[in-house]
């Protein structure tokens, strides 16, 4: 009798594909202290969106994170709108975007304070009201600022560009004019600079510009500011207040432009001031008083060619 020795079937190795997995783009953590909401970005590149959404138990604070982020572990988290009185964000590293308001826009009763990190950040505003006061620190890095419209902040406004190359604007986009009740101040830090304030825009107080170093750019048009102070500091700045008939600004009491050391231009067209000090400071400076200004009285204008 032969004998027969079993075969073994020769096995098939396959690659078997994975699951597709997506690494989230970082976590922020959103933890409510009493009734300050407290906001805490990482190392990656974060980007949420905080609004008010109308759900069966009422208005509710949402924290959406976008493009791959996290809060607290998942997509979104909500809170209690009547919880939450103050709101206080820290995005600390990477390239951050954070926008405040939507559809249904965002209302904080107390105080907000924003701090970017070092980065490539953006910070957006549309449709919210801060009845408190408002502060911004965009920190190291080339940062953008944009107020879309239809904001108001009752209480001051502080933004702090620090280093970069920066650029801030204020403009209506659709929902309406922003508002900035109180005072609206602005540090440019070291860098170029570049803050456009348009489209309707309202200072109740002191608008404020302190350039510090750097070439530096302002252009208003279209807005109203109870009282102007703008300082260059040191760079080849422009000023530009005013674009003709109906595209001016109107500086309710002084207007006070310093442009410091370096070769500046100051261009004003179709605006009107209480009263008016202009001073070129050191350097190969130009005015351009394009027509239809009044210039109020007094009416100091130094310091130029």
Known sequence: MSSRVARTKPMRLLIESLEERCTPAGNVAAVLSGSTLAITGDAQ???????????PDGLSVVIDGLSGTQVNGASSVWFPAFSVNSIVIQMNQGNDEVSLGGL?????????????GAGKDELTFIKTIVNGSTTIRARAGNDTINFRGGNTFTGPALVDLAQGNDNLRSFDEGPGPNSFNKSLRILGGAGDDTV???????VGGTFEFQGQAGD???SALISTFKKLVVDTGVGNDSVLLGEG????ITVQTSATVLLGVGDDLLDVMGS???????????????????GGNNFGVPSVIVSFP
């Open 245 to 248: 008939p109906g595209l001016g």
């Open 196 to 202: 456009s304030i348009a489209g309707n825009t309202t």
């Open 45 to 55: 590149d974060n980007q949420i969106q905080i609004q008010i959404i109308i759900d």
């Open 104 to 116: 249904f826009g965002l209302a904080v009763q107390g105080n907000l304070s924003v701090d970017l």
């Open 216 to 218: 530096d750019t302002l």
């Open 272 to 290: 009107t001031f209480g009263s008016t000090f202009f001073d070129g400071g050191p350097g190969t400076d130009t005015f351009l008083n394009l």
